[in-house]
């Protein structure tokens, strides 16, 4: 007759236990990774989503300042036009007039954008500008937007590397036209000047909402700093170097794609490497085809 073993039946039961405990536990483990995974992922693929919508906003807000100066330097330049001044000697004797220094001035006190309006001569002399009757004695002959305009028959605006006021220590940037005579010889430059506070101000507004790790950039088509926030004195003016955003137009991504890299950025050459996305877009209409970037931290 068969013998009842109950420690048998009892440690089998255990063992069955074990397994099924190792078992579930590996289950459960391999269940709330997965749900890590996707999650980060989902996270990861909300924020990409923010971040490119946010450029589009940034893009149209940039282009509407944009539009705004080159209807101050459009007036400007229209105003010459109708004055139909074609020698050098025509146009200085208009452009010292007490009457232009008004017009400039009104300019810049109706368009809150503008820090500055200028009739420039052909050497580079400041003839009359908006902060003051008469024009200090300035020379720009040195500056990029002058040595362009002077040396090329280009009818179209030229924007400017931003400078700084020696006055005030802001950054200003320049849209600048050439002034031709009747046979397209150079009589000087007329030019608005933009403070890069009002791109650095709204990127602040738009971008401290999105919480920690976000950085907005503005680019000029050579890749020159224009303004970003967190603001960078140091570097506004200076070209950035990298080619991430050429490597994704390479592959066929021509607006508002989404990057993720880990390499050490313009901004960041003294910091550790981490993941980030950017996220970039080309501002329609002008020739200045700046790229807003926005970069933020991925999820840890």
Not at 187 to 192: F, P, Q, R, Y
Request: net charge positive; glycine share 4%.
């Amino acid at each position: 007759m068969l013998k009842f073993n109950p420690s048998s039946n009892v440690s089998r039961n255990l063992k069955i236990i074990v397994v099924a405990s190792i078992f579930l536990a590996l289950v459960l483990i391999i269940n709330a990774l997965v749900s890590i995974y996707i999650l980060r992922k989902n996270s990861i693929q909300d924020r990409s989503n923010q971040l490119s919508n946010l450029t589009i906003v940034l893009a149209e807000h940039t282009g509407q300042i944009i539009f705004s100066a080159n209807t101050a330097i459009n007036s400007i330049r229209n105003l010459i036009e109708l004055s139909k001044i074609e020698d050098e000697k025509a146009y200085q004797n208009f452009a010292l007039k007490k009457s232009q220094f008004e017009f400039l001035s009104n300019q810049t006190k109706s368009n809150p954008i503008l820090d500055v309006a200028t009739f420039v001569a052909s050497d580079g002399k400041v003839l009359n500008f908006s902060r003051s009757y008469p024009a200090p004695d300035i020379d720009l002959s040195s500056r990029d937007y002058f040595k362009y305009l002077s040396t090329h028959i280009d009818p179209s605006i030229f924007y400017s590397i931003p400078v700084k006021n020696k006055g005030n220590g802001k950054w200003v940037f320049y849209l600048a036209q050439r002034v031709s005579g009747k046979n397209n010889q150079f009589l000087g430059v007329v030019l608005v000047g933009v403070s890069v506070e009002i791109f650095s101000s709204l990127y602040e507004r738009i971008g401290s909402s999105l919480g920690d790790g976000v950085a907005i950039t503005l680019y000029r088509e050579d890749k020159t700093l224009m303004t970003r926030w967190p603001f960078a004195d140091d570097l506004i003016g200076a070209v950035n170097t990298n080619n991430l955003i050429e490597a994704s137009l390479a592959k066929g991504d021509i607006n508002g794609g989404v990057i993720f890299s880990s390499a050490t950025g313009f901004t960041r050459l003294n910091t550790a490497p981490l993941e980030r996305m950017i996220s970039y877009r080309k501002v329609k209409s002008y020739s200045i085809r700046c790229w807003c970037l926005s970069t933020r931290e991925c999820l840890p």
